[in-house]
Nanobody, 115 residues
Framework: EVQLVESGGGLVQPGGSLRLSCAASGFTFGAYDMSWVRQAPGKGLEWVSTINGGGGSPTYANSVKGRFTISRSNAKSTLYLEMNSLKPEDTAVYYC????????RGQGTQVTVSS
């Protein structure tokens, strides 16, 4: 059974930073591309970033490019998202997923950017 457990969210002021983690189990972590997606209040899912199974070729949504960095540790079966220069519009529940359709996700971690 695929299990994805996100953590690291919280309340941060604009311009601040957070590091999200996603602990994965139940599948061969290194064999899968992994993504972060987010859902802001009242909006649909938005893709944020993807990294391939080997830890290369990261891609980012234009809205986060230059501010967010995705990485992974296959030894620890853990996905990360380093978020810097946070903006109020980054407020959302953040999910990790190994599913290209984003239907298989963890419970999410809330990120709130507010002064």
């Amino acid at each position: 059974e695929v299990q994805l457990v996100e953590s690291g969210g919280g309340l941060v002021q604009p311009g601040g930073s957070l590091r999200l983690s996603c602990a994965a189990s139940g599948f061969t972590f290194g064999a899968y591309d992994m993504s972060w997606v987010r859902q802001a209040p009242g909006k649909g899912l938005e893709w944020v970033s993807t990294i391939n199974g080997g830890g290369g070729s990261p891609t980012y949504a234009n809205s986060v490019k230059g501010r967010f960095t995705i990485s992974r540790s296959n030894a620890k079966s853990t996905l990360y998202l380093e978020m810097n220069s946070l903006k109020p519009e980054d407020t959302a529940v953040y999910y990790c997923t190994n599913d290209p359709k984003y239907t298989s996700r963890g419970q999410g971690t809330q990120v709130t950017v507010s002064s």
